[in-house]
C-alpha cells in the first residue's frame, strides 16, 4: 500500500498512542497487585514466584498494544 | 482505583499473617495435650520468638502468659507501623482499646494493692501507651496518681472527677474510646469502619445487657452502663430492652438480627458464658465474612486483628482452664471457634 507523507505521519502517531495508552493502562493494573504481591512477599518469601506472576499478568496489555503498533507500522 | 491501591499492600500483608493463624481443628488437640506438650507446640510456631525471649525470666505458664501478651503487643504494633495513610489512622484509632484495656487493668491493680509484676502480667501494649510508659504509670503508687500520671492523654477527661467508683470511670473510658474513634471514623467518611464498629458496640451493649439483666439490675442502672451509637441497638431500643424482664427481654431480641447467633442455645440461657462465648463468635463470623464482601478495605484488616486477639484468649483460656484442671467441657465452653 502506498501512504502518502502525511498519512506516514498520522500513522505513527497512532501506533505511539497504542503503545503508550497501552503502557499506562498495564502500569495502572499492576500497581495494585504490585503493592499486594509486595505486601504478601514481606510476610512470606514463598510468595515470590506467584506474586511476580500476577503482576506481570497485566504486562500483556501492553503487548497488545505494542502488536497493535507494529502492525501500524509495518502492514500499511 | 485511590482505595483500591491503598489497601492492597497492608491487605495481602494481613492475608499472610492471617493464614499463619492457628486453625480452629487445632483447638480440641490442645485440649488432649498436657502444659508443656501446648508450650513446646507454641514455642515452634509463631509465638517462637517470644518463648525464647522470655524463657530467661519465666516458666511455665506464667511464661506462657507473657508470650501470648508480647506477641499480641508485637503484631498490633506491626499492623500500625507497616499501614499507611487512612489505615494508619483507623487501625490506630482501633487500637486505643488496648491503651483502655491497660488503664483499666493498673487502676484495678491498683484499687485492689495488687503487685507491679502482678499488673505487669495483664498488661498488652499495643495501643498508643507504649511498654515504658505503662512501667512508669504503675510505678505511681495510688489510684489517683495513675489518674494524675495520665493527665494529657485523650482519656484524662474519662479519669479526672474519681471519687472512688470503679465502675463509674471503667465505663467512662468505654464511652470515650467509643465515641472518639466514631468521630474519627466519621471524619475519615469510612462507612465500612464504622459499620463494623457499630456493630462491635451491639454486641458489646447485649452483652452488658444479659449480664445486668440476670443481675436484677435496674432500668437507669442499666442505661447509665450501655454505650451509644450501636448499629441495631439504638437508643431507644436500648431503653426499651433496659426496662423489660429477664424472659421478655430475650423474646423482644427476637426481632434483632443478633438473635441468630443464640436462638440455638435460647432454651438455656441460665450460663452468661455461653451467651458470650455465642456473641464473640457472631462477632468473629461477621467480620470475616464483610472482610470478603470488601476485600481492598479495612475490613481484612480488624478481621486480622480480632482473630488474633480470639486466638490469644483460646490458648490462654486452655491454658489456664488446665493448670486449675477446669473439666474439658467447661474450657470448650469457652473457646470462641
Given at each position: 500500500m502506498v501512504v502518502d507523507p502525511s498519512q506516514a505521519g498520522m500513522i505513527a502517531v497512532g501506533a505511539g498512542i497504542a503503545v503508550g495508552l497501552a503502557g499506562i493502562g498495564a502500569g495502572m493494573g499492576e500497581q495494585a497487585i504490585g503493592a499486594a504481591a509486595v505486601g504478601a512477599m514481606a510476610e512470606d518469601e514463598k510468595f515470590f514466584g506467584k506474586g511476580l506472576l500476577m503482576t506481570v499478568i497485566p504486562e500483556s496489555i501492553a503487548i497488545f498494544g505494542l502488536v497493535v503498533a507494529l502492525i501500524l507500522l509495518f502492514v500499511f | 482505583m485511590g482505595n483500591t491501591v491503598k489497601y492492597a499492600y497492608i491487605v495481602a500483608r494481613v492475608r499472610a499473617m492471617k493464614s499463619?493463624?492457628?486453625?480452629?481443628?487445632?483447638y480440641p488437640k490442645f485440649l488432649n495435650m498436657e502444659i508443656p506438650e501446648i508450650t513446646r507446640f507454641i514455642g515452634e510456631s509463631e509465638y517462637k520468638n517470644d518463648v525464647e525471649e522470655l524463657g530467661k525470666k519465666y516458666s511455665g505458664t506464667d511464661l506462657f502468659e507473657h508470650a501470648l501478651n508480647q506477641n499480641l503487643a508485637l503484631t498490633y504494633r506491626k499492623l500500625i507501623e507497616v499501614s499507611q495513610n487512612e489505615a494508619n489512622l483507623l487501625i490506630t484509632e482501633y487500637l486505643r482499646s488496648w491503651d483502655i484495656w491497660n488503664i483499666k487493668t493498673i487502676i484495678r491493680g491498683k484499687f485492689s494493692g495488687a503487685k507491679e509484676e502482678e499488673i505487669l502480667e495483664d498488661?498488652?501494649?499495643?495501643?498508643?501507651?507504649?511498654y515504658r510508659d505503662l512501667l512508669e504509670i504503675i510505678k505511681v503508687g495510688t489510684v489517683e496518681g495513675v489518674i494524675a500520671a495520665l493527665?494529657?492523654?485523650?482519656y484524662y477527661p474519662a479519669l479526672e472527677?474519681?471519687?472512688?467508683n470503679l465502675a463509674e470511670i471503667e465505663n467512662n473510658l468505654d464511652r470515650t474510646y467509643y465515641s472518639n474513634i466514631i468521630k474519627a471514623a466519621e471524619d475519615t467518611g469510612n462507612k465500612l469502619f464504622l459499620k463494623f464498629l457499630r456493630t462491635e458496640i451491639d454486641l458489646k451493649n447485649l452483652k452488658m445487657l444479659f449480664r445486668m439483666k440476670r443481675a436484677g439490675m435496674e432500668r437507669d442502672e442499666i442505661t447509665k452502663l450501655l454505650i451509644p451509637g450501636g448499629m441495631e441497638l439504638k437508643a431507644n431500643d436500648l431503653a426499651r430492652l433496659s426496662s423489660l424482664t429477664f424472659p421478655e427481654f430475650v423474646r423482644a431480641?427476637?426481632?434483632?438480627?443478633?438473635w441468630e447467633a443464640i436462638a440455638d442455645i435460647s432454651n438455656e440461657f441460665t450460663s452468661l458464658i455461653n451467651i458470650e462465648t455465642r456473641l464473640d463468635k457472631y462477632g468473629l463470623v461477621y467480620a470475616s465474612r464483610i472482610s470478603y464482601y470488601y476485600p481492598l478495605s479495612v475490613l481484612p484488616i480488624l478481621d486480622y486483628i480480632l482473630s488474633k486477639k480470639i486466638e490469644v484468649d483460646n490458648l490462654r483460656m486452655i491454658v489456664r482452664g488446665k493448670e486449675t484442671t477446669l473439666p474439658e467441657e467447661i474450657i470448650k465452653a469457652h473457646l470462641v471457634m
Open positions: - | 499463619k493463624l492457628i486453625p480452629k481443628e487445632m498488661l498488652v501494649s499495643a495501643g498508643q501507651l507504649g493527665e494529657g492523654t485523650p472527677g474519681f471519687k472512688g431480641l427476637e426481632e434483632y438480627s443478633y
